[in-house]
C-alpha cells in the first residue's frame, strides 16, 4: 500500500501583518506630526499686531484670499464681479449648521474666514521669528483658512485647542488636525496645554490624517 503524503504551506504567519499601520509610522498621520512640533511655552505678545500678518488679503489671479476659499468651502456659489461670492451655503464645520450665506454690508459677516491658528498664537508661539513675507503667506494660506459661523468665529477668538474647540464635536478631530498641520508648515511650536488638549483628542481618533489644503 502507497501511502500518499500531501504537503501544505505553513499557514502560521499568513495572516500576521508584518508592518502594523499605527500612528507612529504614518508620515503624516496627525498624532506623529503632533510629537514632531517643539512643546514650549507662549513668548509674549508684544508687538503684535494684525497687520504683522500683512494688510488684508492678498490677491490671487486677480481673486482675494476670502472670496476663494468662501468658493471653496460653500456650496451652491453664485459669483459676480472680480470673484465675489454673492451667495451660497455653508454646511457649518465648527457647529454642524447650515447657514445661508448672502453677501452685503448687514449679512456677509454670518459667514467669516477664521484662522485655524489664531494669529496672535501664531505669534506667540513662532510667527514673530519669522520673515515678514512668510507671516503674510501663513496668513493667507488655505490650509490655515476655514470658511465658519461669524458667531463661532468670535467665540473663539484667538483661543488655541485648549481653550475652545468647535461645538460640533465629530470636527474636533479634522479640526485640531489642520492646527497641527499649519504649526509644523510654519515651524511653530505648541504649549503644553495644547498639546495635551490635542492628544486628547486625536486619541479618540488615531488614524486622523493632516489635511493637504
Known amino acids: 500500500m502507497f501511502v500518499i503524503i500531501i504537503s501544505t504551506p505553513n499557514l502560521t504567519n499568513q495572516n500576521t501583518v508584518k508592518n502594523p499601520v499605527t500612528p507612529n ?3 503624516n498621520s496627525a498624532l506623529s506630526v503632533l510629537e514632531k512640533l517643539d512643546i514650549k511655552g507662549r513668548a509674549p505678545k508684544t508687538g503684535y499686531s494684525r497687520a504683522q500678518f500683512g494688510d488684508g488679503w492678498t490677491l490671487k489671479n ?18 459676480g464681479d472680480k470673484c465675489d461670492v454673492l451667495k451660497g451655503t455653508l454646511n457649518d ?24 491658528v489664531a494669529l496672535s498664537n501664531a505669534w ?16 493667507n494660506d488655505p490650509l490655515e483658512l476655514l470658511a465658519v459661523s461669524g458667531m463661532a468665529n468670535t467665540q473663539k477668538s484667538d483661543g488655541d485647542a485648549a481653550t ?10 479634522a479640526y485640531v488636525a489642520r492646527q497641527i498641520a499649519v504649526k509644523f ?21 488615531q488614524n486622523q490624517l493632516l489635511p493637504s489644503k
Not at 486677480?62 to 459669483?79: E, P
Not at 513662532?126 to 501663513?138: F, T
Not at 508648515?185 to 481618533?205: G, P, R
Open 25 to 27: 509610522n504614518v508620515p
Open 62 to 79: 486677480g481673486c482675494d484670499t476670502r472670496n476663494i476659499v468662501l468658493n471653496r468651502d460653500l456650496t451652491d456659489v453664485i459669483i
Open 93 to 116: 464645520p465648527y457647529t454642524g449648521k447650515i447657514i445661508m450665506f448672502t453677501r452685503g454690508s448687514t449679512t456677509s459677516s454670518s459667514v467669516q474666514i477664521d484662522h485655524v
Open 124 to 139: 506667540q508661539t513662532g510667527a514673530q521669528q519669522l520673515a515678514s513675507e512668510k507671516r503674510i503667506e501663513l496668513a
Open 164 to 173: 475652545w474647540l468647535p461645538s460640533n464635536k465629530s470636527f474636533r478631530c
Open 185 to 205: 508648515k510654519y515651524s511653530l511650536w505648541v504649549t503644553k496645554a495644547e498639546h495635551d488638549a490635542i492628544s486628547a483628542i486625536l486619541s479618540k481618533c
